[in-house]
């Protein structure tokens, strides 16, 4: 019964779930389901201060490209999390294509399946969203395009 309840009120939530904007919490993200390429689920830590969003397919490759350059820890050293939403891609393609090639990276990497998270986070078409995060409030929200972007966001 009480897993019914608790499902029943993160559908709730997640159906009535606003945009983020600034000012918004950081935990508003977390009423959504992440895992990474091997299955584990996650949850998104408490002290980011950056979250780094690809809601496409070129976008992600861009990233993954530029952190398969850098040490596997980079990431959390950085205190940034990448967030993939794989939503639109088709689930044959997830699991004989996608999941095999995100595995062999060595970063962490959080996948997102629901179609109602491009719906609050936001985001600009062939663009990257950069969350910056101070005290577990969106502080700032950009769209970047290249990776020297990304760096530059990243090494902030």
Do not use: C
């Amino acid at each position: 019964m009480n897993k019914f309840l608790m499902v029943l009120s993160l559908s709730f939530v997640m159906l009535n779930a606003s945009p983020i904007k600034i000012g918004s919490s950081l935990a508003q993200l977390n009423s959504f389901e992440f895992e990474t390429p091997q299955g584990r689920e996650m949850r998104v830590p408490r002290t980011p201060s950056l979250v780094v969003v690809a809601f496409e397919k070129d976008t992600g490759a861009l990233v993954n490209e530029y952190l398969n350059t850098k040490n596997p820890y980079y990431l959390q050293r950085k205190r940034t999390i990448f967030i993939a939403d794989i939503h639109e891609m088709p689930t044959v393609i997830t699991n004989m294509f996608a999941l095999p090639k995100l595995q062999k990276y060595k970063h962490l990497i959080y996948l997102h399946y629901n179609d109602k998270f491009h719906t609050v986070v936001p985001s600009k078409k062939e663009k990257i969203t950069l969350l910056h995060v101070a005290d577990g409030k969106i502080k700032n929200i950009s769209y970047i395009s290249t990776k020297e972007e990304l760096k530059a966001a990243i090494e902030k």
